[in-house]
């Protein structure tokens, strides 16, 4: 019953995959110069995520549509899992590692990842 509950929560994580692929948002523009800048700033971002997790796909079309090119880390399982659970205390997803000079913050809660890079990034 667990695998049966697992493969239908895949699949429809994929079919949600596709719909956001097909409905693609629109990337902000920026100048040159100003996208070089953020092109900077990102490396200093990395999320945590799983392929299929709606709340994941819902945190990359807000890094699609602000034009970020943010590292995703795939937490499923391996290295990356146990960097989480380690760094961030949990193994949830999505989580964003934000580093800060020598300090790492874990921000969990896709809403709250959002509204951060929104924030950040955003127009
Ligand atoms: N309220 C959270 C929900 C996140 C959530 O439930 N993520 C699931 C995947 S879709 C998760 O990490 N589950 C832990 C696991 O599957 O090990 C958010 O919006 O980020």
Redesign the pocket.
């Known amino acids: 019953m667990k695998i049966l509950i697992k493969v239908m929560?895949e699949g429809l994580?994929r079919l949600i995959v596709l719909i956001d692929w097909i409905f693609s948002p629109k990337k902000i523009k920026r100048t040159e110069a100003e996208q070089a800048d953020v092109d900077q700033q990102i490396v200093s971002l990395k999320l945590y995520q799983?392929y299929a997790?709606?709340?994941?796909i819902?945190?990359r079309r807000t890094i699609k549509r602000l034009n970020l090119s943010m590292e995703t880390r795939n937490a499923q399982a391996g290295q990356f899992r146990a960097e989480l659970l380690a760094g961030g205390g949990e193994?949830?997803?999505?989580c964003l590692r934000i580093k800060q000079g020598n300090d790492i913050a874990w921000m969990?809660?896709?809403?709250d990842?959002m509204a951060y890079l929104d924030k950040r990034f955003g127009e």
Do not use: A, L, M
């Open positions: 929560r994580g799983f997790c709606p709340f994941c819902k945190t193994v949830k997803v999505p969990y809660e896709s809403s990842i």
